[in-house]
């Protein structure tokens, strides 16, 4: 079969690059391997999570909220049968919707697994040859699992091995306290299971602003999340139906299932890139420009495959930017408004600088304002008051850096930010634009407010600090 664009994926990164691909005029083919199109993200990974994120929610709403409104329902009762229906109902939903977008723009999709027999051809299992003029890879990538022994039980899964769950677990062992971890240990805990996170380094979301993940942990502990950070776990021990994890210094836990999530590894093996001349890293993934072009020229790499980020979104974005590119056209990824959106409970959202990154590379010259869902209307009328919003900008232009928030629907707010960033705004326009009243959206003008010292809604002007 003969292409101008052949994408080796089907996930974000490719199905957006085919499609791409297509619309500028190509013959694009998308060669995945699954039974159904959409990747880690639709299938296994964001999608079914934030499902399950939902379930959460209404449970939370129904325990704590409804009847401080004035909305007798009882006691919820997780039915978690139904709530699985639920999510693969939606996951059903996004994949099929992805093979209409297929049918739409004449992109063919190849079943079977690919891999590079020259610099102008994929084998795929079971099919003909695809031969392109030019190709995007976007494999995607795999969970990793430490050295550790006993973690070979069949009760230490990974995310897809917990989504897979039929039973809520009486007591869950999550190992690493990243995104994936967090967004778990928080969804279970409101599922009924006893939750334990065990994280050898010293704060939850490593990566993520101080404040937010010290605001995460403390609600967590409010929760009775049990968090045993700065300790590493040693071995797990399997007694026929349940797991004693020990950790740290001669620490033990006992669990029904322990979800082993410590980050997940670029997926660049066994593709034929060393034959083509395709440069990789198996932990950095494969090397590629701004333009997301490989060190073969007319080959492209997108998303977790070849990314720091391992996000859906950037994955979309370097998609556009490698179709674009290998349909002659000429486009960049541009990385500075990269949204962060945690789906725990409080949620997390962020973009830009972390104010600790901010500091290292501005010294004194920075400037931040909190302002504390507290004192805004929208967030008290829903019974979600939890965490602030946190601007950060440089003191000498007043460009803005980062936004961080911890609280209520922060993963939705959080465009008004890379908006703010990726148009280099500065702290006085997002402090002097109008906001709609009452939304939560006003929580971003109030904290550049605080940061430029004229809150009107706070007592104190100025809260330089979050109060985690
Ligand atoms: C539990 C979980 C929750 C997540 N939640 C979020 C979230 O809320 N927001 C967010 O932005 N990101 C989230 N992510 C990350 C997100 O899923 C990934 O960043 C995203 O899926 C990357 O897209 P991709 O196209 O690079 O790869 P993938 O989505 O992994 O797709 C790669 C595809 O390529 C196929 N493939 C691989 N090799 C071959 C081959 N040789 N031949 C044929 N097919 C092949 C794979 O089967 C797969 O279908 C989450 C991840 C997980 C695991």
Redesign the pocket.
Known sequence: MECDVAV?????????AAIRAAQLGAKSVC????PE??????????????AWVQTAFAIKEAEETFSKLGVQVGAPNLDFATANQWKDGVVKQMTSGVASLFKANGVEWVK????FKDVNTIA??GQEDVTFKQAII??????LRPPIEGLDSPRCV???G??AQQDVPRRLVVLGGG??GC??ASILNRFGSEVTIIEMLPKLIPMEDDDAAAELAKQFKKRNITLHLEKQCTRVDDNGSSLTVHFGDGETTEADLMLV?VG?GP?VE??GLEEIGVEFDRRKGIAADEHRRTTVDHIYA??????Y???????FRE?EVAAENAMGHEAIVDNRGVPR???TDPEIAAVGLTEQEAREQYGDDVETGVFPWVANARAVMQNETVGWVKSIHESRYGELLGVVMVGPHV?DLIEAGVVALDAESTVETVADGMTAHPTLSEGIKEAGLVALGRAIHLPNRKRAKATA
């Open positions: 080796l994926g089907g996930g974000p990164g490719g199905y957006t060669i995945d391997k699954e199109l959409g990747g880690t993200c639709l299938r296994v990974g964001c999608i079914p999570t934030k079977g697994t690919g891999r795929v299992d976007a494999t995607g990538s795999y969970p990974d995310s897809t917990l989504l995104i994936i967004e778990f999530a997940r997926l066994n593709l997108v998303g977790d495959c070849a990314g980020w391992q996000l859906a979104h950037t994955a998609a959106p945690i789906y993963t």
